[in-house]
């Protein structure tokens, strides 16, 4: 493959452009949904191409195809330029890239059990189990199920002499049971709402046992019904570790995406309060807050060798002990603030598209708070919320406000009553200054997030977000029902 | 991009290959589709381009049904034994999954002719019922549904599609000039190209449709504060970037130093993009397949007035302001249908599957199949009134006030079952008294129910042609609306 990516570059080259990258990736998938006992989609896809990008003129350009012909691979290359060279006519500055060593690499994602191996036979046994299960629950009303598995083979290689090849599985699975009566819809998903992703094998499934938690939540869904409402008001709320993870990723990761915080993407995805002179200045939550981005997290659905432009994957703080430090940023991006290298986390959903900021995975660190028992027994009063319903934030990330599937009422220190249509709300910062409890390691999960949209055109990416449950004192809850 | 004759080819050739493995005692059937777009984007941002994209591709999609079983396959390889090979890997995939006595026979086209005669006869009886009442209106709709192959052919310009990137670069290159002038910064996105899609299966169906599209949205900061605009049209020369960028470039001004506002129930005047990010959350509730799952926030309610006597909705490809493939991903022509009038709610869209289950007629509005979803009205046409967004805020007298929102942002779902929306204003928020604009406001949140709001217009503009903050692709026809009770929960920073 890399004599293609050759035959780009020089191509690129011989046309004008003063830097080229081209990614050739081949990539195959299936997807399993069930809904009931009867297999709602089957689809297997397989699909293999090439996105050239060039600086020509000082502007950026970006082209592909999906022949992969010497001749169209040449046209593509011309196209490439042909539109960096247009990008040249309306630029102030001409792009610059923070410097990058050449690499020359071959990655591939940790995964135990190769899940285009199993058999189709095996992959329906879980979800129809699981879906059994949950119908045999008196007041469910539909029980549904996917699986999903994606093999990326993707080569990279620059006009600065790197040559990387990386091969990734993302593997997925979810259940979810609906009750439905007259007056009420309700739902309830495992393991987590879209359902959990990470970078592993077949393996992942097995561990998460859908059928195993089939019925709890076939009966919580059923209980939701006639369950009493979230009540309103300042409440000591712990917010459990799947929901957390989107909290994160909508109040710290996008605020976090350098090419928001200079206004590039405030025609579509918005802006950011996180803008550049606030860094080493904002207190952006209490002391122990701590949220890395971690490309290198093992198994996590936002980890790679490297990023889309072939700079090595990182680890990098983003708020330590509270206070705002880093961006998630890119080669043409990191010089604007006075970084003299990019943070590795340019992405692209496909061949298809140019690379643009993404997370990678978002993470809060641990604290030292115990397991999740400990931390409601702590609580004395107050709720303990699960598992993303809704989610909203402003196009500066300030004001936010979600939903959960589930609520449970925390009284004397223990788990109670379940509740109906969570909601909580808040201003970011606000929110994060009061978190003053995060439970121990052991209670942590990396949640893959598969639906990222960023973009224009719209670009969906996979990114995760390590969160365990942690306790925000007096916050506003059940304003949506008001 | 693929033409007609090129996907025939394919589709014929791939069907051929399938129906080899055909046997009497197990005999199969294929569809194919074929799919592809090279819609161009061109984004700028701080007065300067930023990103320039020009990707190219064209998928083909194989369905085949064996013995009561299932399954599709995709693939990006066109040539003749990529075509093969996903023949083959689809017979195998078939071989392995369970029976399903739901799956149906693929279409064909004298059960279309069947349903297109039935739909007519429907269509005629439904006129002769309403006689006199809304004489006009049926008559046009069944004219519209007679050609509404025409009308879709109608969405092609090839001068759209062959713009290059130095053609969007000028059009981008006016709005930064306009914007440098005015001391503002500008970031937006120009797109243009074309896109089609194509479906044959083994009963001898076919059809093809292409179509080009320009787009442009601009955002405009000035001194801190934004405006948003967009236009998307299937010809090039509808979109009027410089325009456009006038516009955006006054209401930013207009925008400009915002104050805080109290949360509470106000008078609100929702533009037409506005309102299509906050209706676009219902249309999946006229899906038959919502019904059959319960999931629908209108269970049991066709036939019953849900909405307010100002309310009647369409789903009508034929419209001269909608764009998209006038056929569904079974290959059924889409019919035009009503529903909701007056308030009440008339009709689902129905795929072949769902009515079957709900012994009724397709109504061509099938997603691809199989699929989860089942069915989706995908051309919205929301009847208008003649009040200007002007006209509504010279309603606003006296002690009252009204909040005149340009978009909506981060529209989500928190209850199903009352269609309860939350969101946030975006890109010009202001306070109208005594019939005029007053000050700009922050940015608010909002907590709304469909099931209300649709009863509470007072006012309607004229429909047009708009499209949203999330989907540029997909416009529908809709118009300015005035709302009571609109309620404001909480505000932003900014």
Redesign the interface.
Known sequence: MFDLLELALEAAKQFGATYCDARLIEQESELI?T?NL????????????M?IRVIADG????????KLSKKAIIECAR??V????????????PVLLAAEPAWNATWISPHLIDPFTV???DK?EVLMAAAKTMLSVKGV??A?GMLQFIRDDKFFANSEGSRVRQTSIRTGCMIEA?A?N????QRRSYPCAFGQYELAGYEMVQKWDLPGHAEEIANEAVALLTAPLCPQGQVDTIIGSSQLGLQIHESMGHPSELDRA???????A?AS?LTPDQRGQLRYGSEIVNLVADATAPGALGSFGFDDEGVAAQCTYLVRSGMFEGYLSSRDTAHLIGLERSGGAMRAESW???P?IRMTNISLLPGNSGTLDDLISDTGTGLYMETN????????R??F?F?TEIAWEIKNGKRGRILK?P?Y?G?TPVFWNTCDAICQSSEATNWGTPNCGKG??MQTMWTGHGASPARFRKLTVG???? | MLNESQCRKIIDAAIAHALSFSTKKKPIEAEVSISGSNLATSRFANNEMTQNQAPDYNVVAVRLIRDGRQARLETLDLSERGIERLVESAFEAVRLLEADKDILPLASIKELETNQKDKKKENQQEKAKNLGKEKNKEKEKNKAGDKSSDVAKQRFDSATAELTALDRAKEVGKIIKQAEEQNVSSAGVYCSGEYYTSIGNSNGLFNFHRESAAACSITITADGATSWVLEHAPKAKEVKAEVLAERAISKAKQARKPEDLPPGKYLAILEPAAVIDLLTYLWWDFSATSHIDKLSCLLDKVGEKVFGDNITVTDDVTNIHQCGSPFDGEGVQRQVVTLVENGVIKNLVHSRLSAKKMQTKTTGHSMAQPSAMGEMPLNIVIEGGISSIEDMMKQVQGDQEAVLLTRVWYVREVDPATKLLTGMTRDGTFLVKNGAIVKPVKNLRFNVSLLELLNNVIALGPSVRAAGAEGIEVPAVVPAMMVKDFNFTEGTRF
Do not use: H
């Not at chain 1, 042909?82 to 990008?87: L, N, T, W």
């Not at chain 1, 319903?389 to 500066?396: E, N, V, Y």
């Open positions: 949904q809904k009867a297999v709602a989609l089957f689809n297997r896809a397989d699909n293999i191409g996105g502007g950026w350009g970006f082209a592909s195809t999906q196209r490439a042909e539109v960096a060279k247009a990008s040249g006519t309306v630029m102030k500055n058999s189709i036979d329906l009303t539909l549904q609906n439905s007259n007056e009420d819809r200079l206004g590039q993407e405030i025609n579509f918005g309060f298809n598209f140019a643009i319903k809704s989610w909203s934030i402003d196009s500066m300030y004001n406000q939903s249509n909601s709300s201003i224009q055109p304003i949506a029902q008001s």
